[in-house]
């Protein structure tokens, strides 16, 4: 089983659409979770963070569902400019996850928001 | 400059070439990575240093050799590489140990080609 799993699109959405992606993860003792987005030919940069209760950062919100294992983005009135592959994070640690090797990326799923 | 500096952007070489990727961090972070991405597979963690001490070699075949002469300065050197090896490859950096130590700061990248 995959450790963390992302349904790899493309979701190819009208501007002004809303668009959620989901991502689902397999190991239940992970305890922080990102959205990063990257861009065609470009390097990953972190989007946001997931919390548990839920957050939102304008038109993005993120959700955490521990009891199922997924997290999800969620874009309102998507734009031209969202178009890239956006990208699960996991990871088993709070403050020790990337020098311990414990970040576990998804493959990504890939938007296409056209005019 | 500021951010995680990566050269060279793009590279080229036979299978007998020697080469060397380089890395350079301006953010005062104590960990820095080398991650591996080829079309339609997850990013792979290659190696990890923590304060220059190398706390992860995630399986990398011996053709791929990392050097950290400080926690600023991060090498891939590169020998008698083959062509399954072409993709790109991604430097990042944290800090471990602090609130969002699990964030990942990457590098625009060095795409290699391996003819």
């Known amino acids: 089983r995959k450790e963390v799993e992302q349904d790899p699109g493309p979701f190819n959405v009208p501007e002004g659409a809303t668009v959620a992606f989901n991502c689902t993860y397999s190991n239940s003792a992970s305890q922080s979770f990102f959205w990063y987005r990257q861009d065609c030919r470009k390097e990953p940069k972190l989007l946001m963070s997931v919390y548990s209760s839920g957050n939102e950062d304008g038109r993005f919100t993120a959700q955490l569902n521990r009891a199922s294992q997924y997290i999800s983005l969620l874009i309102r009135d998507s734009k031209l400019s969202d178009s890239a592959t956006y990208l699960c994070v996991v990871t088993l640690s709070m403050n020790y996850g990337g020098s311990q090797g414990n970040l576990i990326f998804g493959k990504g799923t890939k938007l296409s928001v056209k005019p | 400059e500021t951010g995680v500096t990566q050269t060279p952007r793009h590279l080229v070489m036979g299978m007998t070439n020697k080469k060397s990727l380089k890395c350079e961090q301006h953010l005062g972070h104590n960990a820095m990575y080398w991650y591996k991405q080829s079309a339609k597979k997850p990013l792979e963690l290659m190696f990890v240093?923590?304060?220059?001490?190398?706390?992860e070699n995630n399986s990398v075949p011996s053709r791929f050799s990392p050097e950290c002469p400080n926690s600023s300065h991060l090498f891939l050197h590169l020998h008698t590489l083959q062509p399954e090896d072409s993709a790109l490859y991604l430097c990042?950096?944290?800090?471990?140990?602090?609130?969002?130590?699990?964030?990942?700061?990457f590098g625009a990248g060095s795409r290699l080609t391996v003819l």
């Open positions: 240093y923590n304060f220059k001490e190398q706390t």
């Open positions: 990042a950096s944290s800090q471990e140990g602090a609130a969002g130590a699990n964030v990942l700061t």
